[in-house]
């Protein structure tokens, strides 16, 4: 019997069968794959969709970053911000504002203020930098700042230069805007015999031109006389101020001792004002020399005792230390304070808050507050009242009889 065989099919036809068939199982597979995965649930029970075009993320936790000195040198300085500082922050929570704020002390073994200002400046969560740091280091910090769109607070920081940046806000009068009203005020005192001693430094050129200024246009004359470093010179330069009835030390607190301590040694019976850089450990050293005699420039907080703030500060600050706050703690606190408006926006972008809080600190705003009044110039720069105190063994008495005797603000010196 015949059977009929089907011809073999020739091998092109059989490989172009297979090439299909894999074309159609691979679609096949595709589609089951695509409509599965679409319809699959995420780990977070949301479906998956096509990204959002990037934009600006808005923050659930802002932070703020505070850069202080709380070991070394420098150590009293940062705790009395820091314990003002913390204070408001406790009450911006308690008023139910979810944040963060991140301490770092830069005076810390580990602490490397390169590479902490890199890391906050690229975390969008970190919305504002308040920093009490040296000046060499604030530069290195603020093009980071003014780069990354965040905003630089430096409370306690009287540099002439930081008003040129708009990312930096500080919250005290500008070193030679202070030594300007200190010429005033010795006019104010009734000195007929005034001296400004400066090193050679910028800042301590600055300081005498700025004390000049302000004593000339209150009618006074102020003889000026520069400082050699060189011991010897020194001596010899500033013996024509020993005539003097006030010398004002322009120059830097290191640089101010040797001068004074040069002056007692030489005899002078006059009275010597300083700065308000001068610290509370140098002017104990200065207070050995010039008993009664010792003049610092300082803001008048004395009708503080009358302002709500002020009070409402002292009894919280009170109640969490046991002792009365410094002038620093104050300033800490109303950092907080002032910017409490702007990090409870919602909702909180970095660009727009540096941009809102920028925009009030050069409205010529005056702001009142725990630490005194303030006001801010159209470039940022702040203004306050200063004004002459007596130093004595950690009291300051008003130089002016007129002016009511300390507050407990002014005793508890900074």
Partial sequence: MNRYHRPPAPRKSRKKGWILFLMILGLATASVLYFWDSRRPTEEGETLSTPPAPHKPTLDRPRVVVFLPLSGPFQQEGHSLRE??????????????????????????????????????????????????????????????????????????????????????????????????????????????????????????????????????????????????????????????????????????????????????????????????????????????????????????????HDASFGQFMHKFVAAHLREPDWLAALGYDTIKWLQEDLQRDPLRREEFKNSLMQRFTAGQTFSGASGKVSFGSHGEAARELDAFYYEKGDLLPAMESRSRSSAMETAFP
């Fill in 84 to 305: 003002g500082i913390e204070l408001g922050w406790d009450e911006l929570e308690g008023e139910g504002f979810q944040g963060e704020m991140i301490m770092e002390d830069v005076n810390g073994e580990d602490f490397n203020v390169a590479g902490a200002a890199q890391a906050l400046a690229a975390d969008p969560h970190n919305v504002a930098l308040i920093a009490h740091v040296p000046s060499l280091m604030l530069e290195k910090l603020i093009p980071l700042c003014e780069k990354h769109h965040m905003v630089l607070i430096a409370p306690a920081s009287s540099h002439e230069s930081l008003a040129d940046h708009d990312s930096v806000i500080t919250l005290v009068s500008s070193d030679g805007a202070e030594a300007f009203q200190g010429g005033q005020a010795v006019s104010r005192m009734g000195f007929s015999r005034v001296a400004a001693i400066h090193d050679s430094t910028p800042f301590g050129k600055l300081l005498s031109e700025r004390f000049k200024e302000g004593a000339m246009e209150a009618g006074l004359e102020v003889q000026e006389v520069a400082a050699s470093c060189d011991a010897t010179l020194f001596s010899r330069s500033i013996a024509h101020a020993l005539a003097a009835d006030l010398v004002f030390l322009a120059g830097s607190p290191v640089w101010g001792v040797q001068a004074a301590g040069i002056l007692s040694q030489q005899g002078y019976e006059g009275k010597v004002m300083v700065p308000q850089v001068y610290d509370r450990f140098i002017l104990e050293d200065l207070h050995e020399h010039y008993k009664g005699r010792l003049l610092v420039m300082r803001a008048p907080l004395q009708e503080n005792g």
